[in-house]
């Protein structure tokens, strides 16, 4: 199956995550007049793609495929709003944090097909990645599609287990925000150090996008790669020595991931 045979695809919600995959939708190639948006306000980026691309923001085709792109806080009120705009048949596709796959059927059609995914904002530039699991009922050919749309956005990975969805969601769906914590403390300990701010920004984002490229690009695993920074007894080894002892990185870390998978548990509602 190949995105420009995906659809019509219906988003409801673009905001960060929503106006992230619709990027990303378009950059590979899902023609604007498959693409429906919902969203009542529609910041200005998102307005210029919508006029840009010729997508429609009211249903005329039906929508083969529903992407619910809202805050879990007001998916119960979102659905029981469009539940009687899913045509029988279409693809549920849900991106909401904690939300259950029982929890959104409730508001729908009995046997409606529901996919639960987390996908993570790098889906803007295809370098995402979306974990998915899918609900009872949902064919081959609806994963086959709910793939095609989400591989737009980079890479994606189907896991039997809703379990894991909630900790899935601490690690790859709120991950980068930590990745951009660590540029940003990063800045602000080398200003602490005296370099000009201006110029810290610019070493902390260069050196967090290139190590992030290089790890990309590498066969080599991460702490094979730290190695290769950190000679015996030098400067990365005495950074290392804080980062890696007791209460350093891999602590907090754990700790923030845990607190992370907790909330997603309470946002099931
Ligand atoms: N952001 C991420 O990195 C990320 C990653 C993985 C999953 N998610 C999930 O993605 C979902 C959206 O998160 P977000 O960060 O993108 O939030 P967001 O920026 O607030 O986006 C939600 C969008 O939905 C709009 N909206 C509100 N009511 C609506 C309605 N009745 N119909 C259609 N659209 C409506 C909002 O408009 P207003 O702003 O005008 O209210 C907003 O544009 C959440 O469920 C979240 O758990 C997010």
């Given at each position: ?15 960060k995550m929503?106006?992230a995959m ?47 792109a809202?805050?879990p ?21 849900s991106v909401a944090a904690g939300k ?16 639960r995914t987390i996908p993570n904002t790098p889906a803007?530039?295809?370098?995402g990645i979306t974990v998915c ?20 956005g980079g890479?994606?990975a ?6 894991l969805m909630d900790a899935v969601t601490a690690v790859s769906g709120s991950g980068p925000a930590y990745v ?76 923030a991931v845990?607190?992370a998978t907790?909330r997603g548990?309470?946002l099931?509602?």
């Amino acid at each position: 199956m190949t995105l420009k045979t995906v659809g019509p695809v219906l988003l409801v919600g673009a905001g960060k995550m929503g106006g992230a995959m619709l990027s990303g939708w378009l950059d590979r190639g899902l023609p604007g007049e498959r693409i429906i948006v919902r969203d009542p306000a529609p910041g200005p980026e998102i307005a210029a793609l919508i006029a840009k691309h010729g997508i429609r923001t009211a249903i005329g085709e039906p929508p083969a495929i529903v992407v619910l792109a809202v805050k879990p806080q007001i998916m119960d009120v979102v659905l029981a709003g469009i539940a009687a705009d899913i045509p029988a048949g279409a693809l549920v596709v849900s991106v909401a944090a904690g939300k259950t796959l029982a929890g959104i059927a409730r508001h729908l059609t009995p046997g409606t097909p529901i996919v639960r995914t987390i996908p993570n904002t790098p889906a803007a530039i295809g370098r995402g990645i979306t974990v998915c699991v899918a609900g009872p009922g949902v064919s081959a050919r609806q994963r086959a599609e709910a793939t095609a749309l989400l591989e737009a956005g980079g890479e994606v990975a189907w896991i039997d287990d809703e379990g894991l969805m909630d900790a899935v969601t601490a690690v790859s769906g709120s991950g980068p925000a930590y990745v951009f914590l660590l540029a940003e403390c990063l800045a602000a300990a080398g200003a602490e150090q005296g370099i000009p701010p201006d110029l810290a920004a610019r070493l902390a984002r260069v050196t967090v996008s290139g190590a992030g490229e290089l790890l990309h690009r590498s066969d080599l695993d991460p702490a094979t790669l730290r190695h290769n920074v950190t000679s015996p007894g030098g400067t990365t080894a005495a950074a290392l020595d804080i980062l890696m002892g007791e209460g350093g990185l891999g602590r907090l870390m754990r700790e923030a991931v845990a607190a992370a998978t907790r909330r997603g548990r309470e946002l099931a509602g």
